[in-house]
């Protein structure tokens, strides 16, 4: 588990990279705040005076790793990121996949990511709506209730299926964080029957949507639409003034359905697939 010093240190060095560059760096603070005691994950480095100078991180969310980190302005080209990311990856010869992690407008990154053996492979939008706006009304055949631990087979089936998860990885993650305390996993069911999921993570005035799936056997019947609908007023009659997600850039059926229901885009992230077979023990 990271130490407070260590949380408090990402923090400040995130708003000092953020304000100089505007941009929107994705380092997942719900997770940073529970990792494992027994897992490597995090790489620091710091100066002779014990201030955070470089910092990355490896994240996996049931699938692919992947990778995010950053280097104070006044420090760059001199190696310590380079060197941060030759320690992580050693660690990864058994993973499947490793996608590094860039704010789309980060100059920097992009001439970082241009010396390594990687390729483009997507881009997600991260999306958030205020409650200020209106939206729909709620289809009373769509309902959610809360994930109980035998509903963690079709969850899993749905992240199978939904995106491409491998059953084995889809297991592991979803049992680590079926259980987590400021999250919670809702079952979405159309007359009854399940056929879908959503995970709903409450991070001070701000919810954030994760994991939002409607089984291939009853999409096309506003399942999706109503739920988003149903989660949104929930969220927004407790006094959460945001609600944010992400949505992959090239998935224009979910990018037009949350911009119908009053998402706006406030910032886009670009993902690199590395090439595992090059790393060196």
Known sequence: ??????????????????????????????????????????????????????YLALYSFGGPVELC????????????FCSLFNEAVKQLTQACKLLINAPA????????????????????????????????????????????????????????????????????????TFTSENEKTFIIEYKGVKSGKIRIQIEDDAAWIYGFAVDPLFQGKGIGRSTLTNVVNHQHSKGISWVHLEVAAENDHALALYKSCGFESYGTQDYYEYDLNTIKI
């Not at 079709?154 to 990885?169: G, R, Y």
């Open 1 to 54: 588990m990271l130490t407070k010093k260590q949380l408090d240190d990402i923090r400040s060095l995130q708003q000092i990279c953020e304000e100089t560059e505007n941009i929107e760096l994705k380092l997942n603070w719900d997770t940073l705040r529970s990792r494992p005691a027994d897992e490597k994950h995090d790489y620091f480095h710091y100066d002779k005076n014990g201030k955070l100078l470089g």
């Open 69 to 80: 980190g950053m280097v104070h302005l006044d420090h760059r080209r001199k190696g310590i």
């Open 105 to 176: 407008s980060s100059e920097s990154a992009k001439g970082f990511i241009k010396s390594l053996p990687c390729s483009y492979s997507f881009s997600e939008y991260q999306m958030k709506r205020h409650k200020s706006k209106e939206i729909g009304t709620i289809n009373q055949e769509v309902t959610l209730k809360e994930a109980v631990s035998s509903d963690l087979d079709f969850i899993n089936h749905l992240d199978t299926v939904c995106f491409d998860v491998p059953k084995e990885e889809a297991a592991a993650f979803n049992n680590d």
